[in-house]
């Protein structure tokens, strides 16, 4: 199945996409690694050239075809090296991709992910075209669709992250909901919970890694259920058994489904110091047409009905951050004011603003037609982003004089790592809530809880000084 341990071949791998994506691809490298793969930071040297793709809006497709449209001279000159193209947009263009760029040599669906090796090497031999993608989601009965999605996730490599101390932990695959306007329960297909005790135990394995901090990935991560002879566990439940594993310190998990945001999981982030009170849930529209259009299964009142059950149950210490699609099919220039009404009512430590992408084998791309013209929703982007803006700089200021704790991530963008042996640079890290944070110090706070005092904000970050005492003195 796998030629080398001997030659090592030269990897290159461009990720776009959600963090489910950034997960996928630490396990196709670390699972590659382990084969005798190095990785490389340029198509020139590589033998093996990997793209993880999203399919989520145009522009991420767009992206990655002129990729591969780059690509199209340099395998003319050098036949051998191996172009694969995975996950989302595979499972959704399959064979057109081979139309469009023919010099393809294998496509690869987000459930078939543990396949990957193989597909290479089989390539590499001669035969070309090769791939391997889930049933669609009326292509069977549903044990075999739901089959077709495997979860890859066996393999962990600490040094595939960007740190080491922070990892992903996918809970749940797939996606039931079927909102109009979105393509991923048919590239990543039915909604399926993980089994509790495989979650904790590679959480375990995370934590003996050095893991302090994991993220729980789901597509709507707070509706996770599985059910076995042992009953039923839901996502409070799940929160309970891995809050008991030493050496995880915090726990954080995206993204959530507004309805599934019930008070026994509230109750259990407050009671739960580790988990985090960040709380990623996207609201799309603040109008009940559009809501209903996007079959979003809720309404603006249910949102402010959880938006008070948040208050309730964590007060101030939660920070809530929310998603918004602008110029949706149909949507008036009064119900764009719907939504700037609702991102004002919530007051978002920050949100996501998204221009509606149609996205073909959805039902808004069925039914609905995508009529709001573009300047108009570049316009309704940039005014919904200023109005964000200016209530995330405000939210922060509640922290100036305050001290927060800082999971410290490494240097700032801007730090001089060239200068840095020993003497303080600028760093970034996180609070609990996930608050950006910059201060000077020394490198060797990176991994570690440090206490920031706060001396200024902008919309995006926390400025701050170190003030833990015994750290002060690596300062
Ligand atoms: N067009 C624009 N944005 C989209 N999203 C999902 N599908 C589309 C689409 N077709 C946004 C939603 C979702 C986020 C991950 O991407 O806001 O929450
Ligand atoms: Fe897409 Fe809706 Fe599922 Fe989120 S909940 S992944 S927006 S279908």
Do not use: W
Not at 46 to 65: G, M, P, W
Not at 447 to 474: A, Q
Request: hydrophobic share 35%; charged share 30%; proline share 5%.
């Amino acid at each position: 199945m796998t030629d080398s341990s001997e030659t090592k071949h030269k990897l290159y791998i461009e990720t776009v996409g959600c963090q489910m994506n950034i997960l996928d691809s630490e396990m196709v490298v670390a699972d590659l690694r382990r084969r005798g793969y190095e990785l490389t930071d340029n198509t020139q040297d590589a033998d093996t050239i990997l793209f993880n793709t999203c399919s989520v809006r145009q522009h991420a497709e767009d992206k990655i075809y002129s990729a591969l449209g780059r690509l199209r001279l340099t395998k003319q000159k050098h036949p051998e090296k191996i172009i694969g193209v995975m996950g989302c947009m595979a499972q959704k263009d399959q064979g057109r991709i081979f139309q469009r760029a023919p010099y393809v040599d294998l496509i690869v669906g987000p459930g078939q992910l543990q396949q990957v090796p193989d597909l290479i090497e089989r390539a590499r031999s001669g035969e070309r075209q090769q791939s391997a993608l889930s049933l669609e989601r009326t292509a069977g009965a549903a044990a075999d669709i739901r089959r077709s999605h495997e979860t890859f996730d066996p393999l962990r490599d600490p040094s595939m992250r960007p740190t080491p101390f922070q990892a992903y932990l996918r809970i749940q695959i797939g996606c039931d909901k079927f909102c109009t306007y979105c393509i991923v329960p048919m590239t990543r297909g039915p909604e399926q919970g993980r089994p509790p005790r495989q979650i904790v135990d590679e959480a375990r394995i995370l934590a003996d890694q050095g893991t302090k901090e994991i993220t729980l990935l789901g597509q709507t991560v707070n509706s996770y259920r599985y059910k076995d002879a042992d009953g039923m566990t839901d996502m409070a439940d799940l929160l309970g058994m891995l809050h008991e594993i030493d050496g995880i310190q915090r726990i954080k998990f995206v993204t959530n489904y507004p309805k599934d945001m019930t008070y026994k999981l509230l109750e259990t982030i407050r009671d739960l110091p580790k988990v985090s009170p960040y709380l990623h849930v996207p609201a799309q529209s603040g109008s009940n047409d559009v809501l209903k259009r996007m079959k979003r299964g809720y309404t603006v009142e249910d949102y402010y009905a959880m938006m008070d059950r948040i208050e309730e149950t964590l007060g101030d210490r939660a920070s809530v951050s929310s998603d918004f699609i602008v110029g949706f099919c149909g949507e008036t220039e009064a119900e764009f004011q719907m939504t700037v009404d609702l991102v004002k009512r919530c007051r978002f430590k920050n949100s996501f603003i998204f221009k509606y992408s149609e996205r073909p084998g959805t039902k808004a791309s069925e039914h609905l037609p995508d009529d709001v013209p573009e300047e108009t929703k570049k316009r309704r982007n940039n005014e919904l982003l200023a109005i964000q803006n200016v209530i995330s700089e405000e939210d922060n200021h509640r922290f100036l004089g305050q001290t927060v704790e800082v999971l410290v991530e490494g240097p700032s963008k801007k730090a001089d790592l060239a200068a840095a042996a020993g003497t303080p640079i600028q760093l970034t890290g996180r609070t609990h809530d996930d608050r950006i944070v910059v201060f000077d110090g020394n490198p060797r706070l990176v991994g570690e809880l440090v206490k920031i005092g706060i001396y200024d904000v902008s919309p995006f970050t926390l400025l701050g000084t170190v003030m833990t005492e015994h750290l002060t003195m690596l300062v």
